[in-house]
């Protein structure tokens, strides 16, 4: 059963020595894959706002969640000329938002503020981003709620030049493994919310649109965005 909530001692302690350490100026991130830059490639510049922790223990286990890793992450490359296309786009969204507006999105304000954060209704949600042309797409990089360690559940990440997203659809990250959005069964993993966010490789797939999805937490059936940037140029 996917929704087990229970206390993650291991998660909460490293909440606790990772406050002490960020208190000490050292910093720290989710793990990445080491990689080397091909020719005409840079590393992929962007700025984390501060980290932010309760102190609450996650109340949440699962053979699919990924372990928190104390490690930073390891650069990530682009071709020379991607820059986030995504800030100040337009946003829809499959409701209208309880709190704040879905332009907070792409305004480029990232630091935990609850001004920020966008909550949709329960279940089943999706946000998508319209980049207004056809974009070379190398990288996306999304924050949810991350003032306490969390998991969303069912996260799903799109692009297509389909604004339906009926037709010409590529899936970067999927983690809903039981299948309940029908886009088939995700691989990727869970992963525990924190202020480095999400970066999903895009490899270099062309596409107008973005749309993210996700399906409740382990806290509650609530839906949390606070920033999402897309790293590409125009195809």
């Known amino acids: 059963m996917r929704k087990t909530l229970k206390w993650n001692t291991t998660s909460w302690w490293a909440g606790v020595m990772a406050a002490i350490l960020v208190g000490a100026g050292v910093g720290f991130a989710f793990a990445g894959h080491a990689e080397e830059p091909e020719e005409g490639e840079v590393e992929l510049e962007y700025e984390l706002?501060?980290?932010?922790?309760?102190?609450?223990?996650?109340?949440?286990?699962?053979?699919?969640?990924?372990?928190?890793?104390?490690?930073?992450?390891?650069?990530?490359?682009?071709?020379?000329?991607?820059?986030?296309?995504?800030?100040?786009?337009?946003?829809?969204?499959?409701?209208?938002?309880?709190?704040?507006?879905?332009?907070?999105?792409?305004?480029?304000?990232?630091?935990?503020?609850?001004?920020?954060?966008?909550?949709?209704?329960?279940?089943?949600?999706?946000?998508?981003?319209?980049?207004?042309?056809?974009?070379?797409?190398?990288?996306?990089?999304?924050?949810?709620?991350?003032?306490?360690?969390?998991?969303?559940?069912?996260?799903?990440?799109?692009?297509?030049?389909?604004?339906?997203?009926?037709?010409?659809?590529?899936?970067?990250?999927?983690?809903?493994y039981t299948n309940n959005l029908g886009f088939g069964e995700g691989e990727d993993p869970e992963f525990i919310t924190t202020h480095q966010g999400r970066l999903v490789d895009a490899e270099g797939v062309t596409g107008r649109y973005v749309r993210l999805w996700s399906n409740g937490n382990n806290w509650n059936e609530r839906n949390h965005w606070i920033e999402v940037e897309v790293y590409g140029k125009p195809s």
């Open 49 to 176: 706002p501060d980290p932010s922790y309760s102190g609450s223990p996650l109340q949440y286990t699962s053979d699919r969640l990924e372990p928190l890793s104390w490690e930073a992450r390891d650069p990530f490359y682009v071709p020379e000329g991607v820059e986030n296309v995504a800030y100040e786009k337009p946003v829809t969204a499959s409701d209208e938002p309880r709190f704040n507006e879905l332009e907070d999105i792409v305004n480029g304000q990232k630091a935990y503020d609850p001004d920020q954060v966008v909550e949709l209704p329960d279940g089943e949600q999706w946000i998508q981003i319209d980049l207004e042309e056809e974009h070379e797409i190398h990288a996306i990089l999304f924050w949810q709620f991350f003032e306490s360690e969390r998991v969303y559940f069912d996260v799903v990440v799109q692009v297509s030049n389909d604004p339906e997203f009926e037709e010409d659809v590529t899936t970067l990250f999927n983690n809903d």
